[in-house]
C-alpha cells in the first residue's frame, strides 16, 4: 500500500494563500493521477484538483478553477497544490490521493486507492 502524507493545513485570512503538500512513499511517477479531495464535516468528498504524471495534465474543480495550482515533483516524491485568494467555503479538510492508473470518473472519490489521512484548513472572513 502507498502511504500519502499531506502538509501545508493551517488557519488564514480570507484572500491569503497557502500550499499544501503531499508526499509519496512510492516513486510518484508511478502514480499517474495524484491529487486532492476535500471534506467539510458531514459533506461528501468534493473533487479539488488532480495531476496526471508523466504527462502533467491537470483537472481543476469549478469551485477552485483559476485560484489553485497543482504541481509535482518527481524528484521529490511529492504533489503541491498552491490555493490563492482563499474563500471562507475552502475551509474543509484537504485529503491527498493517488492511485496506479487513471480513471475518466477523476472527480469521484471511488477513482483512488490511497488517501492520506488529511489536513486541516481553515479560512476566516
Known amino acids: 500500500q502507498v502511504q500519502l502524507a499531506e502538509s501545508g493545513g493551517g488557519s488564514v485570512q480570507e484572500g491569503d494563500s497557502l500550499t499544501l503538500s503531499c508526499a509519496a512513499s512510492?516513486?510518484?511517477?508511478?502514480?499517474?493521477?495524484m491529487g486532492w479531495f476535500r471534506q467539510v464535516p458531514g459533506k461528501e468528498h468534493e473533487f479539488v484538483a488532480l495531476?496526471?504524471?508523466?504527462?502533467?495534465?491537470?483537472y481543476y474543480g469549478d469551485s477552485v478553477k483559476g485560484r489553485f495550482t497543482i504541481s509535482g515533483d518527481n524528484a521529490q516524491n511529492t504533489v503541491s497544490l498552491r490555493m490563492d485568494n482563499l474563500k471562507p467555503e475552502d475551509t474543509a479538510v484537504y485529503f491527498c490521493?493517488?492511485?496506479?492508473?487513471?480513471?475518466?470518473?477523476?472527480?469521484?472519490?471511488?477513482?483512488?486507492?490511497?488517501w492520506g489521512r488529511g489536513t486541516q484548513v481553515t479560512v476566516s472572513s
Open positions: 490521493v493517488a492511485d496506479w492508473v487513471g480513471r475518466d470518473n477523476y472527480y469521484k472519490p471511488l477513482s483512488y486507492q490511497f
Open positions: 512510492a516513486q510518484t511517477q508511478k502514480l499517474f493521477p
Open positions: 495531476i496526471i504524471r508523466r504527462d502533467g495534465t491537470t
